[in-house]
C-alpha cells in the first residue's frame, strides 16, 4: 500500500439526518464534513420546550441516534450515574448523563488506510449534566452551561477514561471534572482497540502502515468524538454548544495539538498539558537512550548503578542545581535543569565530596550518567534529542537488548523497520557500540534509527506544526503546562514546540510577545508529569476567563503537591519566578515573573538536526529563530 498522509483526508458525512434536524458545515483541515446535527442552533437560540426533549434513557430513540449507520449495532448505552458526595480530595458531583457508543465514519480498507476487512472504530464516551427533561436545574438547560470540553485517552491506552483526560492541574484527571463545572464532556479511544493497529502482521498488507488507524490516533477520533458529544447535546438539551474547549495532558495533550494543527477553528481554548508529541524521538531518545547507554557501559566492562547510587548522585544534582542564576532560594527546586552544568564525576568514589561506599560512583558510571543527562547525539555529535533533567529521578533500568523494552519503544521501534518479530539487540547508541559487539547483521546505531523512524512513521505521528491561522484568527486561546523534572516526556519538547511556534508566527525570529498575545507556555519548575511537585491549582478556569472575558494570566498559581501551604508562580515562558528579597519565601507573593530563561547557553545546547536528518550533519538553527554565529561552537 502507497504511503500518503491521511491525517487531513476526505471526511465522510456525519449521517445524523432525522426530524428536526439542521445542517452544520465544519472545516476539517483541507476538507469539510458535514454533519447533520438534530435540535436548536449553537448561536443561543431558544433551546426546545422541555416536554418535547428525550430523557437520557430515551436518547436511543432521538433522531440523532435511531437508524443511524454510523453508530455500530448494540454498542450505545445510556446511563444516569448517580451523584457521589465530596471526599478529601473530589468536591461533590451531582448525577450526570452518560452515553457511549462506537462510531465508524465508513472509512474502510486499503483505500482508506485500513487493513483488508478492517474499518474505523471509534469508542466515544459522552457525559452530559443533567437537563431540565431528567431534573437538573441552574444552568441554560437544566444543569448545563452550554459549553463543551473535549478530551480524549493517553499515550498507547485505548482507555476513553484514563486518567490523562482533563487532567492537568489539581483537577487530578478526574473525568466528572467537566460535570461539576456544567460542561458536556467527550472521550474516546482514539480508535487504538481496533487491530490491527498502526501495522498488521499477516495477511496482504503485513509491515505496511495503516495510516488510517495512524490519522485516528493523531488528530481524527477526537475530533469525531467532539463532533458527536456536540450532536448528542444537540438532541438531549435541544441546543448545541457555544463554546469549545480542549483539556488533556500526556496522550491527551498531544490529542490537543493534533486537534489545534488540523481543527483549530472549531476550539475556543485549549489547556495542553505535558504532550506526548514528537513520538519517534520521545520513545528512542528519551525511553530508550538510559538503556542504550548503559549496554555500552557493560560492553566496556563496567556495571550499572544500584538504585542507593542513583538516588546519591540525584540528590547531589539537586543540591548544586538549586541555588544558580535567577534562582536564589534553596528549595530543593531547579529553576532551569537546562542550566545546571553538574557533572556526576563529582560523585566518583574519593573525589572531594563525594558519598561514601556503596553510593558513590565508579568513573565509567559517572560517564554513563553525564552522557544520559546531556542526552542523545549522532556521530558528528551533533544533538539529536534532549538530556535527562537534572533533578528528574534517573531511570534503573538494564541495557536494551533482546529482551522487552517497554510498550511504547518496542511498538515504535517495530514500526520504524516494518517488522513486528524485530530483535532489539540490534540497537546500539553510536557506530563504535557496533564495533564492540562485532558489528552484527542488521546492527543499527541510534542515529540511523531515529533517521529512519522520522521519515517512516514518525512524520504521520509527531504532531510537529504550529496551530492553525484559523484557530489564532477567530481569538482562540492556549494555555500549555509541562513539569520540568518530567521523567516521562522530557519537558524541553514543550519548549522546542513553542519557540518553533514563535518563530514560525514571528516569520523567522522567535517573538514571544506576539505570541503570548493568543498562547501562552508555563514550565513547572520541580513538578513531574501532569502533577507532583508545585501543581498549578486550576488552569482551565484560567483558561476560559483569558478566552471569555479577555484576561490573560500573567502568571499561575501552583501549589506544592506535598505540602499545600508551600505556593509558587508559574510563569509565561520565557520568565521565571525570581524571588523579590523579602517576604516569605513559601508563598507566591514573594516572587516576581521576570528575567529569561533563554540564556546563550540554553539556546545553543537546545539546537538540533533537523527533522529526518539526524544521521547527518545538519544543525537546525531556522526553525527556532537562533542566529548560528550565536553557537560559533556548532556547525549548521
Known amino acids: 500500500m502507497a504511503v500518503q498522509d491521511l491525517s487531513r483526508g476526505s471526511f465522510p458525512v456525519f449521517g445524523l439526518d432525522a ?8 472545516a476539517l483541515g483541507t476538507s469539510v464534513l458535514a454533519l447533520s446535527a438534530c435540535g436548536g442552533g449553537g448561536d443561543g437560540a431558544t433551546p426546545a420546550p422541555v416536554a418535547a426533549l428525550p430523557r437520557c434513557a430515551d436518547l436511543p430513540a432521538s433522531p440523532f441516534f435511531a437508524g443511524n449507520a454510523q453508530v455500530v449495532a448494540g454498542t450505545l448505552k445510556t446511563s444516569i450515574v448517580p451523584a457521589t458526595a465530596a471526599t478529601a480530595t473530589v468536591p461533590a458531583t451531582p448525577a450526570f448523563c452518560r452515553v457511549e457508543f462506537t462510531f465508524t465514519s465508513g472509512l474502510q480498507g486499503p483505500k482508506d488506510g485500513y487493513d483488508e476487512g478492517q474499518r474505523q472504530l471509534i469508542q466515544v464516551r459522552a457525559f452530559l449534566p443533567l437537563s431540565a427533561a431528567d431534573g437538573g436545574q441552574g444552568g441554560v438547560q437544566g444543569n448545563w452551561n452550554g459549553k463543551q470540553m473535549v478530551g480524549t485517552s493517553g499515550g498507547n ?3 476513553p477514561e484514563s486518567w490523562s483526560s482533563f487532567s492537568e492541574g489539581t483537577s487530578g484527571g478526574d473525568i466528572k471534572y467537566p460535570i461539576r463545572l456544567g460542561y458536556v464532556a467527550s472521550n474516546t479511544d482514539t480508535g487504538q482497540y481496533n487491530p490491527p493497529y498502526v501495522m498488521p502482521t499477516s495477511g496482504p498488507l503485513a509491515r505496511t502502515l495503516l495510516q488510517g488507524t495512524v490519522a485516528d490516533w493523531a ?10 458529544a456536540a450532536g448528542v447535546a444537540d438532541a438531549y438539551f435541544g441546543k448545541s454548544p457555544t463554546r469549545v474547549y480542549f483539556n488533556g495532558c500526556s496522550g491527551g495533550g498531544n490529542q490537543g495539538l493534533g486537534q489545534l494543527q488540523n481543527f483549530g477553528a472549531e476550539y475556543d481554548g485549549a489547556l495542553i498539558g505535558a504532550p506526548a508529541n514528537y513520538r519517534n524521538e520521545r520513545f528512542l531518545g528519551f525511553d530508550s537512550w538510559p538503556r542504550l547507554v548503559w549496554k555500552k557501559v557493560l560492553q566496556q566492562g563496567g556495571t550499572i548503578p544500584t538504585t542507593g547510587q542513583l538516588t546519591a548522585v540525584n540528590a547531589s544534582a539537586v543540591a548544586a542545581c538549586d541555588v544558580q542564576g535567577n534562582d536564589l532560594v534553596a528549595d530543593g527546586i531547579i529553576a532551569d535543569p537546562r542550566a545546571c552544568t553538574f557533572s556526576a564525576k563529582a560523585n566518583i568514589c574519593g573525589a572531594p565530596g563525594a558519598p561514601a561506599s556503596p553510593d558513590c560512583l565508579t568513573d565509567a558510571q559517572a560517564a554513563g550518567i553525564d552522557r544520559i543527562w546531556d542526552g542523545p547525539r549522532n556521530r558528528f555529535g551533533d544533538r539529536t534529542y534532549f538530556g535527562w533533567p537534572r533533578g528528574g529521578s534517573l531511570p534503573l533500568t538494564t541495557a536494551l537488548g533482546g529482551g522487552a523494552a517497554g510498550a511504547g519503544p518496542t511498538l515504535t521501534i517495530q514500526w520504524n523497520h516494518l517488522d513486528p518479530t524485530l530483535d532489539f539487540s540490534i540497537l546500539y547508541p553510536d557506530p563504535e557500540s557496533v564495533s564492540l559487539a562485532g558489528n552484527p547483521a542488521g546492527a543499527m546505531s541510534y542515529d540511523d534509527e531515529a533517521a529512519l523512524g522520522s521519515n517512516t512513521i514518525g512524520q504521520f505521528m509527531a504532531n ?20 520540568m523534572q518530567d521523567t516521562l516526556i522530557n519537558w524541553q519538547q514543550s519548549m522546542d514546540y513553542y ?10 525570529t522567535a517573538d514571544y510577545t506576539s505570541l503570548q498575545s493568543w498562547y501562552r507556555f508555563f514550565p ?3 513538578a513531574g508529569h501532569c502533577g507532583g511537585g508545585p501543581v498549578a491549582v486550576d488552569p482551565f478556569l484560567a483558561l476560559v476567563d483569558w478566552v471569555e472575558n479577555g484576561k490573560a494570566p500573567d502568571f499561575l498559581l501552583a501549589r506544592v503537591a506535598a505540602t499545600p501551604s508551600v505556593t509558587r508562580k508559574l510563569c509565561p515562558y520565557p520568565q521565571t519566578a525570581v524571588y523579590k528579597g523579602t517576604g516569605n519565601k513559601d508563598d507566591a507573593a514573594s516572587y516576581s515573573c521576570s528575567g529569561s530563561l533563554d540564556t546563550r547557553q540554553t539556546l545553543c545546547d537546545s539546537v538540533r538536526t533537523k527533522f529526518k536528518l539526524e544521521n547527518k550533519r545538519n544543525l537546525d538553527f531556522a526553525s527556532l529563530g537562533i ?6 561552537g556548532l556547525t549548521p
Open 524 to 526: 513547572k519548575p520541580g
Open 464 to 483: 510537529r506544526d504550529a496551530p492553525q491561522d484559523a484557530f489564532r484568527a477567530k481569538g482562540g486561546k492556549i494555555i500549555h503546562l509541562h513539569g
Open 627 to 632: 542566529d548560528p554565529s550565536v553557537c560559533p
Open 157 to 159: 491506552s485505548g482507555d
Open 219 to 228: 488528530s481524527r477520533a477526537t475530533h469525531y468524538g467532539k463532533v458527536a
Open 499 to 508: 519557540r518553533r511556534t514563535a518563530t514560525t508566527y514571528g516569520n523567522g
Open 19 to 26: 426530524l428536526r434536524c439542521r445542517s452544520v458545515v465544519l
